[in-house]
């Protein structure tokens, strides 16, 4: 007798249950993953809605209700990694017995490709903005008390506003509040706060209304996204950040991750393109680190600099490329980060090409 072993797209999806007590609701997550950490799971809490996203590869599932009873702001996430076991804990409002979780949204217990899935927005407080340059602002945005979720190293959001009555949207990198980089969210306090480094453009539609804004007004935060993986970073010995302009914003989890977290990394090294001194984003930061951590070295070059500037001048260019990028060893891994403006990014990875890195040696932060 033969045996037919038959695997559906039933058996991997994830799954789930609830229970209940006199003052908590406890929905339990069954991801069927070994790997399940606070990256890949959203949960957002708010006016009875629960919606619960686990990210699996390039999958989304969804546990999406509009609950049968009030619960209060706060709402707990335990990760059980290894088991792949996700537990949302909320609190009741009212000591009363449940008779089900709620009624069943449109995307509830789907399990989907991730681009099947539309982003969904939440509204953040902008709590500070601070100066980086003459152009470009430091933007605080606190999460609402029911969300849980962490933007990954390498990966964006997409911030919506409504301007002259249309939305519009646009994505940017958040980064960290500072670098160097001893700096650790605490993990239960983590992803409370968004921040991103935005260059306000004196035309820009979407910048202009952005800085526009005043500490304690709302604008809507989508999901994370983006294909940047981690694992590149954690087999590499020798990684290159080439950046233009606010094309920075990527590298500075990717510096941060690197230099905090991957044991193989022998030397990270930023090659930083902009127009003028006064163009440089953390400079000083930069700078200090370069000081503090030997295996970081940072390289500004500038394409419009003032006739005092002694450091290196010009446009992204083989020339440059072939004297800054370098393998520490001849065998060394490789990986070579850029982001910048298209033309730059383009030029750069043609540029690498031709000195003979390989496609999987690069990775290019794009639209
Ligand atoms: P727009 O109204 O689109 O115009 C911007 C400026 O460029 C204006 O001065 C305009 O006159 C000029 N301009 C517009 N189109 C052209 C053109 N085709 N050629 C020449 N000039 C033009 N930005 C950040 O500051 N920080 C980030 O962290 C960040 N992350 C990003 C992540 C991703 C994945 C991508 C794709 C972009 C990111 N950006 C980031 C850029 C950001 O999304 C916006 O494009 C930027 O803020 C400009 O938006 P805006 O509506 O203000 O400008
Ligand atoms: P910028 O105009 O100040 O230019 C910075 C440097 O980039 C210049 O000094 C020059 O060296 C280089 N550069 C600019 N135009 C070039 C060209 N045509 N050819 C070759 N090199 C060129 O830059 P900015 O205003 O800060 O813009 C940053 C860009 O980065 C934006 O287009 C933004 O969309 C992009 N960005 C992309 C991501 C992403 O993840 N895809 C993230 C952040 C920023």
Known sequence: EKKVLASSAKDLSPSYDWFQTDSLITVVIYTKQKDMNAELVIVDCQDKQLRGEIIIDDHSYLVEVDLDHAVSEDVAVNIAEKVGKVEIILNKKDNIHWKMLGQPREGHNTF?????????????????????????????????????????TGQHVYLKQIIAGTEVV?????????????FQEPPRHGGVHIYLMI???????????LDHLQIGDYISVSNPEGNFKKSQVQTSEDLLLLAGGTGFTPMVKLLNFALTEVSCVRTVKLIFFNKTEDDILWRSQLEQLALKDE??????ILSQPS?????????????????????????????????????????????????????????????
Request: hydrophobic content about 35%.
């Open 112 to 152: 989907i490709k991730r681009t099947d899935r539309g982003l969904f927005y939440r509204k953040c407080k902008l709590v500070s903005k601070t100066e980086v340059t003459h152009d470009t602002k430091l933007f605080c945005l606190m999460l609402p008390k029911g969300t849980h979720l962490c933007v990954p």
């Open 170 to 182: 646009k994505p940017y990198t958040p980064v960290l509040p500072f670098l160097p980089l001893d």
């Open 199 to 209: 260059k306000i453009y004196s035309h820009g539609l979407f910048t202009q209304a």
């Open 307 to 367: 006739k005092d500037w002694v450091g290196k001048q010009g446009k992204i260019s083989s020339s440059l490329l072939s004297e800054f990028v370098k393998r520490s060893r001849r065998d060394s891994k490789v990986l070579i980060c850029i982001c910048g403006p298209t033309p730059f990014t383009e030029q750069g990875v043609q540029y690498l090409k031709d000195l003979g890195y390989s496609q999987e040696e690069i990775h290019a932060f794009t639209a």
């Open 295 to 300: 295996r970081f070295e940072v390289q500004f």
